[in-house]
Structure formats: structure tokens, C-alpha cells
């Protein structure tokens, strides 16, 4: 037990490394830690558009069919609206997929080429695919959850909540997940945000917290209490709206843990402290 809790440690370390220093933060974590049994990767590099980030992987249950089609997870990674890559995610698509959920993650726009509201765009496209699509994976186009983190939470929250980005598709929507996510981050004083945002015609449009209300789908938020780079914040002003307006919500907020650890937490080396996984799991059941 001691080996792996110091195996553990050592791939913690590497991921906060990774995440401050290079575009592609976790993909080394990605490569190191063993993925979950039950699962597999079915689909790479779908196109969901024709930019060369509009693309997406499919994982899926293994190990027998099912009676019925399955809930679906799409998954949305973080990065600061700068970084990040779907490659890099891997172990969180074949955790998913292997308690029971075809799990799409998409990549999308990234700045300084990308602006909101590309990145938006993308994430509706990605759903819209989706829906038109997943059914052959053996994915319930009716039942899905979205999940991100950090700038992916962002994404998904507007997703959610504005009703402009989805149309119809919102339908689909059975609800979502934000691990440490911003919503509510006006005046833009990070070169993340100012470098996302600066152009956007209406600011008060990318604040997720401006779109909390009546008939959104219900929502878990996620976060570390020790986040310095997402502050808490966010998600207990997100909670409050939420709860303001009637909407399902449950707000988690975890004890010693920060920005990076929510994520990696969804590994197999690195799982249960805290529990991401199984609360997001015990959420998308209850709610698809």
C-alpha cells in the first residue's frame, strides 16, 4: 500500500509540473498511470468539424452488451482556454466508460488563434455529434452528461445554461458536472482570460453565472477548497444562483485539495482522495 501511495505522490508531482509548464500538462501523467479494466477506446481523431481541433475519441464499456443503450459522458478538459488536448485524457475516458458510460472527449479552439466564443462553438458542435451519432457507439443521445474542468467547466456550464448555444439539443441534456470551474471571473486580469475574452463584444455573455435560472439541468459542482488558481468561490456563487432559481444542484467542496488533484483524483493510482469519480458517477446515474 505504502509503494503506491508514494507511486501516487511521484505522478501528482509530475502532473502539476506538467500543468504549469507545458501545453500538453498531463499527457505524461496520461502515459504513466494504468487504465481501467472494462474499458476501451472504440474511436480517434472523429471529426466533429473541419478545423484540425474539431476532432474526438470515443470510449466505451467492454466485457458484454447491454439490454439498453448506455448513458453518455462527454468530457470537456481543461487548460486555461490555452492548453490541454484530448490525448491527454485518456485515463478519465476509460474511467468513465468503465463503470457503465460511452464517454466522448472532444478537443476544441484554443487561444491565442482561438476566441470566444470559438471554443463554445465547438463544445455545441461536439454535442450535436453526439447526438446524431453516439447511438451507433451504443450511447443514449437523450441521456448525457456533461463533464469539464477548470476551462472545460466553463464551457460546459454556458453549454448548460444559455439556451443559444444547444437549441434543441439541450433536450439531450440530462445535466453536468464543473470540477473547479470559472464562472464569474469579470474584470479579465489574467493573461488566460484577457487572452480568451478580450475580444468578446458583450463580457457579461462569456460569465457563465449571467445564465443561471429557471429549467436548467440539474448540476454537481466540484471543487478544492485549497484552489488557488480557480477559486471557490466560483462555484458557491454558481450554487447559490442555482439553488435561487430552483434548479437541481448539489455544490462539493473537497478539504486539502487544490486545482490539479480534483482531476488526477479520476486515475486509478490516484483515486479516492477525493472522490470525484464515484460522486460524479453517483450524479450522472441519478440524473440520466
Known amino acids: 500500500m505504502l509503494r503506491y501511495t508514494l507511486i501516487a505522490l511521484v505522478l501528482l508531482l509530475i502532473a502539476a509540473a506538467v500543468y504549469v509548464y507545458t501545453a500538453d500538462r498531463l499527457m505524461l501523467f496520461n502515459r504513466l498511470v494504468p487504465k481501467d479494466a472494462g474499458s476501451a477506446r472504440i474511436a480517434a481523431d472523429i471529426a466533429f468539424g473541419d478545423g484540425v481541433r474539431q476532432r474526438l475519441d470515443v470510449y466505451a464499456p467492454t466485457g458484454g452488451g447491454a439490454d439498453a443503450a448506455h448513458p453518455v459522458i462527454v468530457f470537456i478538459h481543461g487548460g486555461g482556454w490555452r492548453a490541454g488536448d484530448k490525448a491527454g485524457y485518456e485515463f478519465a475516458g476509460r474511467a468513465f466508460a468503465s463503470r457503465g458510460f460511452v464517454t466522448v472527449v472532444p478537443n476544441y479552439r484554443l487561444s491565442p488563434e482561438g476566441h470566444f466564443p470559438d471554443f463554445v462553438e465547438d463544445g455545441a458542435a461536439a454535442i450535436r455529434w453526439v447526438r446524431e451519432n453516439i447511438a451507433e457507439s451504443g450511447g443514449d443521445p437523450n441521456r448525457i452528461v456533461m463533464v469539464g474542468h477548470s476551462a472545460g467547466a466553463h464551457i ?58 429557471e429549467g436548467d439541468p440539474p448540476a454537481l459542482l466540484l471543487h478544492g477548497a485549497l484552489d488557488t488558481v480557480v477559486r471557490p468561490r466560483h462555484s458557491s456563487g454558481l450554487a447559490e444562483r442555482l439553488e435561487a432559481a430552483g434548479v437541481p444542484v448539489r455544490h462539493i467542496v473537497y478539504e486539502d485539495i487544490g486545482h490539479i488533484r480534483i482531476m488526477t483524483a479520476l486515475s486509478r493510482w490516484t483515486r479516492g482522495t477525493p472522490p470525484s469519480l464515484a460522486d460524479i458517477e453517483a450524479f450522472a446515474r441519478e440524473v440520466s
Open 156 to 213: 460546459a456550464a454556458l453549454l448548460a445554461m444559455d439556451e443559444s448555444w444547444l437549441g434543441a439539443d439541450r433536450d439531450g441534456i440530462a445535466g453536468w458536472v464543473g470540477m473547479a470551474g470559472p464562472y464569474d471571473f469579470l474584470p479579465l486580469d489574467t493573461p488566460s482570460t484577457r487572452g480568451a475574452f478580450s475580444r468578446a463584444p458583450d463580457l457579461d455573455a462569456t460569465q457563465p453565472i449571467n445564465f443561471a435560472g
